[in-house]
């Protein structure tokens, strides 16, 4: 089975996943910044393919984070994602964002029997949620997503970059103060939930805060 | 890699072209084959803003990312056609709102991408002109002038184009629509179509503001009061040969603030507030001062057919005026079909058309949106 991984709820990334590759991964990219989603995913995407020697008859799935992230790149992903989806008639799911993390931390030295993954959800709060893990399970989700500040967060260690800019007032976890979402992880996660018999929910976005806009109250009269 | 398959049977004479529309709240997708129309499928958020009383950016944002493949595949099936055969894809890049921009953007590349069409990133106000290439035909004879405006696909040659919506409003100069577009004058601040929205919010009129005041402005006597127009005062006129800093450009928000002024001199007087009077009195401010200088600008530009586009064209008033004083200064108006003066996707798939008919190359997938794309960037 062969997966195109998308994530676009922090930085921009995509990858293809197979079982039948060594560590799942056949390729995959990932940018550093946050703000250039639309110029660089879909080159990144068209290269990934050419460099894998695949087109999107060779694809079975397609799997998009769902968030939560910063609002306008997380649409860029699950735009593309959903379109890429229509043009090739593939199937199409959406996996949370934070699961990407959860997973790499599952697989890390670092693993702990409970845990918290953390993002920037900029205007000082941070996307976050709770994790369980189990000896050779899957990370679990118990908690969340939720949005709010990092000096509200339960008492646990924070994994994600959600953590690191926040270290002085979590207990930031120093190898994980920099991860991001990445599409590749969130592609083996999904892999992996397939391989377990589970089924993917649907592709439609966390967003977890409302549009900003405001009502207009009554105007007020001169008299 | 796909793009050598698709030269083969890749039709520069006769282009089929889906165009993609997402820069405020219409997620729009319309298919042409050359300059005729097959279809121009729109679907709109607007419902969702009439609580906000203007069209929230956000809001706009997540109803496009929800609408845009349902809207596309109505598209492809409306005019019966499949991605296959299609020969090119173009969307808009800007200007427009950010966010709603990002949508259109990257649907458009992934299109791209999926089907290894070439894609053109184009102007958005452009394309409102380019629609009057269409042929009246199949886009609806137009309702005034000769049909459509590019007999055989090609322009007047004194072309002006007249843009007025809830996102803009401006007067350009079209020398070439493919690589020639000159910003004779726009507002300096609000557009005509939101000075609309806000002063119905003020009369307690609902949103969208437009149909409301235009209604209810037949009621009135639009003499009754006189609201002023922005930017007439010499010193931002000038005169035809030392023209003033803002001969031909527009301003609004003055015009708001006098009729939240006048109506809250009737309250305070505890007279009732005449809201008919006040609705007509407001849109002949609007559309005087719109057509006085567009019409200015055609005369001192040697402007002699004029395009009337943007979704305030469907103000009766406005056509009626814009009508009258391009008759009486000789200009012959072009005023498309309702359906097309909106922002829908036939427009950008029309000016997709005529930029692969006339040789130009297409944008790649690499282009970033522009909110605030100059009009002389037609593609990008
Ligand atoms: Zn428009």
Known sequence: MLILAI?????????????????????????????????????????????????????DLIVTGVGPGPFTGLRSGIATARTLAFAWNKPLFGLMSLDAIALEVAESTEAQAEFLVATDARRKEVYWARYTLNDGQLPQLVDGPHVGFASELPDLP?????????????????????????????????????SAGEKLPDSTPLYLRESDAQVPGPRKRAL | MNQLSTVNHFNPVQPLVLG?????????????????????TVSSSMDEHVRFGGVIPEIASRAHLDAFVPTLQEALHE??????????????????????????????????????????????????VGVGLLDGKESGAARSGKGGLGSGGRLPENLGALLVSGGHTEILRIRSITDDVEMLGSTIDDAAGEAYDKVARLLGLGYPGGPAIDKLAKQGNAKAIRFPRGLTQPK???????????????????????????VEQFEARGEDVPVADIAAAFQEAVVDVITSKAVLACKENGITDLLLGGGVAANSRLRELTGQRCSSAEITLHVPPLALCTDNGAMVAALGSQLIMAGIGPSGVSFAPDSSLPVTTVSV
């Open chain 1, 7 to 59: 994530d676009t709820s922090a930085v921009a990334s995509a990858a293809l996943i197979s079982d039948d590759a060594m560590e799942g991964v056949v390729e995959s990219f990932a940018t550093e910044d946050t703000r250039s989603h639309a110029e660089v995913l879909a080159p990144g995407i068209e290269k990934l393919l050419a460099d894998a020697g695949v087109s999107g008859a060779d694809i």
């Open chain 1, 158 to 194: 924070v994994f994600g970059a959600g953590g690191g800019i926040y270290a002085d007032v979590v207990n930031a976890n120093e190898e994980f103060s920099n991860t991001q979402p990445d599409a590749a992880s969130l592609g083996q996660f999904a892999m992996a939930l397939l």
């Open chain 2, 20 to 40: 993609i529309e997402s820069s405020c709240d219409e997620t729009g997708v319309g298919i042409v084959r050359g300059t005729a129309l097959l279809t121009n």
């Open chain 2, 79 to 128: 005019a019966g056609v499949t991605l296959d055969e299609i020969d090119a894809i173009a969307v808009t890049s800007g200007p427009g709102l950010a966010g709603a921009l990002m949508v259109g953007v990257c649907a458009a590349k992934a299109l791209s991408v999926a089907t290894g069409k070439p894609l053109y990133a184009i102007n958005h106000l452009v394309a409102h």
């Open chain 2, 236 to 262: 931002y006129m000038g005169t035809a040969e030392e023209p003033g800093p803002h001969r031909y450009d527009w301003s609004f928000s003055g015009l708001k603030t006098a009729v939240a002024r006048c």
